[in-house]
Nanobody
Framework: QVQLVESGGGLVQAGGSLRVSCAAS????????MGWFRQAPGKEREFVAA????????YYVDSVKGRFTISRDNAKNTVYLRMSSLKPEDTAIYYC???????????????????WGQGTQVTVSS
């Protein structure tokens, strides 16, 4: 079992940057593909980014490519999402999640993830 706790959300002006983190419990963190999702008010939860177990491969939704960077530190059981050039439409609750998929490229949907954090609010003001 994996428990995930996000942190680092907050209020930031458009064009600014923010890094959110997700700390995982347990000794098996490195065996999971990790992903970030977000859910804005009145909208469905959407995939944002995923990272392979080793951290070498990453995947992004088109709307954040070039602005967001997912990374992980397996020694610290932590996955990060660095967000820059933030836009008001990035406002959402951001969730991290863990998938047992062997290949991160197959973990681009929420249904591929079994463990979820409680989320952290990111608000981008215009």
């Amino acid at each position: 079992q994996v428990q995930l706790v996000e942190s680092g959300g907050g209020l930031v002006q458009a064009g600014g940057s923010l890094r959110v983190s997700c700390a995982a419990s347990g000794r098996t963190f490195s065996t999971y593909v990790m992903g970030w999702f977000r859910q804005a008010p009145g909208k469905e939860r959407e995939f944002v980014a995923a990272i392979s177990r080793s951290g070498k491969d990453t995947y992004y939704v088109d709307s954040v490519k070039g602005r967001f960077t997912i990374s992980r530190d397996n020694a610290k059981n932590t996955v990060y999402l660095r967000m820059s050039s933030l836009k008001p439409e990035d406002t959402a609750i951001y969730y991290c999640a863990a998938s047992s998929r062997a290949w991160a490229g197959a973990a681009l949907k929420s249904s591929e993830y079994y463990y979820w954090g409680q989320g952290t609010q990111v608000t981008v003001s215009s």
